[in-house]
């Protein structure tokens, strides 16, 4: 079992960046996959990128294809978001969710989420 918890959420102008990192408890980390997810208000929960347990073959979404990257750390049980070039409309709750398959966190619903946290971006 994994616990996840985000931070480094926050207010940033169009155009800026910010990095989201999430915190996972476990030590078995290194074998689940891990993805970010975000939900705009209004709308469903949808996937930004994922990243498999030996971070080869990471996944974006097109919509931030090319300027949010992600990345992860297995001796801190660490995994990243850096976002660049943001956008009004990356303005959403950002999740953090894990799972032992890759696919699944790319197709479908992984099996541990934490609780999220704000971005806004102003225009």
């Known amino acids: 079992q994994v616990q996840l918890v985000e931070s480094g959420g926050g207010l940033v102008q169009a155009g800026g960046s910010l990095r989201l990192s999430c915190a996972a408890s476990?030590?078995?980390?290194?074998?689940?996959?891990m993805g970010w997810f975000r939900q705009a208000p209004g709308k469903g929960r949808d996937i930004v990128a994922a990243?498999?347990?030996?971070?080869?073959?990471?996944y974006y979404s097109d919509s931030v294809k090319g300027r949010f990257t992600i990345s992860r750390d297995n001796v801190k049980n660490m995994v990243y978001l850096h976002m660049n070039s943001l956008k009004p409309e990356d303005t959403a709750v950002y999740y953090c969710?894990?799972?032992?398959?890759?696919?699944?966190?790319?197709?479908?619903?992984?099996?541990?989420w934490g609780q999220g946290t704000q971005v806004t971006v102003s225009s």
């Open positions: 990243i498999p347990f030996t971070a080869g073959g990471r």
């Open positions: 969710a894990a799972d032992p398959s890759f696919r699944v966190v790319v197709t479908t619903t992984p099996g541990y």
């Open positions: 476990g030590r078995t980390f290194s074998r689940y996959a």
